[in-house]
């Protein structure tokens, strides 16, 4: 209890650190509790608190939440500790979506690439799954994932390399940034994550049963395509979430269960809870550094957690290389 009590106890000191550091200096928590009361007109700290750093604090908790989380999810599914949410084309859907509505449109506002995002994400992850799903191998899906991304990257860069505002959009959302993060993609992200997480809980009670084998999972009465579908679908909101907050993050998914196993989490529901804090975590870290390190200089989330995920990264390939079985 207390191993599971204290990421969820670093991720709210670090939620308040997001609220208080940044580029403007002398907010303290009576700023803070400003947030509970009515706006003063004026307020120069009170606006960058509430209309700056807390939409993008919170857009870091649900798409480092999301990411954790569904990480944890296909890395179960999977039996693979190297996979990651992006393998499902989700990201390259939503990218897809987003770049087809400018290349058609032209530059549009945050707020308007929300439904094309989701539209193209979704669509990925029914192609993927209607190619994998016949297959009682979960190898098979992240195959099918593997290869819808590539033709799906294959065509967007035909279509940013044909017109310079859509490459321009393009580059802009692909580095994972949250300072654009507004009240309307906040909400919209988190109705996403609970949805996400609303199919993720039934789905880790299976997936435990699954850890055991396809063939022993079945004779012992789990359903093994609910199982999957719940699972898929799972991570599959959860990366569609994470993308619409922040634009697709490197690693988050593939580091934070790793993190969460050696605090000793081990069943899939706790693994899944650990892991959900522990990217929130790692997001939020990757972001207060990026404002502060460098002042006059903001190093963009989705560069910070790269750099992150790098190191942790190589650590992971060598325990596994010395630790093969």
Same mark, same amino acid.
């Given at each position: 209890?207390?191993?599971?009590?204290? #990421?969820i106890a670093l991720l709210a000191l670090l939620c308040?650190?997001?609220?208080?550091?940044?580029?403007?200096?002398?907010?303290?928590?009576?700023?803070?509790?400003?947030?509970?009361?009515?706006?003063? #007109?004026?307020?120069?700290?009170?606006?960058?608190? =509430?209309?700056?750093?807390?939409?993008?604090?919170?857009?870091?908790?649900?798409?480092?939440?999301?990411?954790?989380?569904?990480?944890?999810?296909?890395?179960?599914?999977?039996?693979?500790?190297?996979?990651?949410?992006?393998?499902?084309?989700?990201?390259?859907?939503?990218?897809?979506?987003?770049?087809?509505?400018?290349?058609?449109?032209?530059?549009?506002?945050?707020?308007?690439?929300?439904? #094309?995002?989701?539209?193209?994400?979704?669509?990925?992850?029914?192609?993927?799954?209607?190619?994998?799903?016949?297959?009682?191998?979960?190898?098979?899906?992240?195959?099918?994932?593997?290869?819808?991304?590539?033709?799906?990257?294959?065509?967007?860069?035909?279509?940013?390399?044909?017109?310079?505002?859509?490459?321009?959009?393009?580059?802009?959302?692909?580095?994972?940034?949250?300072? =654009?993060?507004?009240?309307?993609?906040?909400?919209?992200?988190?109705?996403?994550?609970?949805?996400?997480?609303?199919?993720?809980?039934?789905?880790?009670?299976?997936?435990?049963?699954?850890?055991?084998?396809?063939?022993?999972?079945?004779?012992?009465?789990?359903?093994?395509?609910?199982?999957?579908?719940?699972?898929?679908?799972?991570?599959?909101?959860?990366?569609?979430?994470?993308?619409?907050?922040?634009?697709?993050?490197?690693?988050?998914?593939?580091?934070?269960?790793?993190?969460? =196993?050696?605090?000793?989490?081990?069943?899939?529901?706790?693994?899944?809870?650990?892991?959900?804090?522990?990217?929130?975590?790692?997001?939020?870290?990757?972001?207060?550094?990026?404002?502060?390190?460098?002042?006059?200089?903001?190093?963009?989330?989705?560069?910070?957690?790269?750099?992150?995920?790098?190191?942790?990264?190589?650590?992971?390939?060598?325990?596994?290389?010395?630790?093969?079985?």
């Amino acid at each position: 209890m207390i191993r599971a009590a204290l #990421p969820i106890a670093l991720l709210a000191l670090l939620c308040l650190a997001s609220l208080m550091l940044g580029a403007r200096s002398g907010i303290d928590l009576a700023d803070l509790a400003a947030l509970f009361a009515a706006p003063v #007109p004026g307020n120069a700290e009170e606006i960058v608190v =509430r209309e700056l750093r807390l939409p993008r604090t919170l857009g870091a908790v649900i798409a480092g939440g999301a990411l954790g989380m569904a990480g944890a999810l296909i890395q179960t599914l999977t039996r693979n500790p190297l996979t990651d949410p992006g393998l499902l084309g989700v990201n390259a859907g939503a990218a897809l979506g987003i770049v087809t509505t400018v290349w058609i449109a032209g530059p549009l506002a945050q707020s308007a690439l929300i439904t #094309p995002a989701l539209a193209g994400a979704f669509a990925a992850l029914g192609i993927a799954w209607t190619i994998g799903a016949s297959s009682r191998s979960p190898l098979t899906l992240i195959l099918a994932g593997t290869a819808l991304t590539a033709l799906l990257s294959a065509i967007l860069r035909g279509m940013i390399l044909s017109d310079r505002a859509t490459l321009d959009v393009y580059r802009d959302w692909l580095v994972g940034v949250l300072d =654009r993060a507004d009240g309307t993609t906040v909400a919209i992200g988190f109705a996403l994550a609970a949805i996400g997480t609303a199919f993720a809980i039934p789905a880790s009670r299976r997936l435990d049963t699954l850890a055991l084998g396809s063939d022993l999972a079945n004779a012992l009465g789990t359903n093994l395509v609910a199982a999957r579908f719940l699972t898929l679908s799972a991570i599959g909101i959860l990366a569609t979430a994470a993308v619409l907050v922040s634009g697709p993050l490197l690693f988050v998914g593939l580091v934070a269960p790793h993190l969460a =196993r050696a605090q000793g989490l081990q069943t899939t529901p706790a693994l899944m809870v650990g892991s959900g804090a522990i990217g929130a975590i790692l997001l939020l870290i990757a972001d207060i550094a990026g404002r502060i390190i460098a002042p006059g200089l903001v190093i963009e989330a989705g560069l910070g957690v790269t750099l992150i995920g790098v190191v942790f990264l190589i650590w992971i390939v060598r325990r596994e290389g010395r630790n093969p079985a």
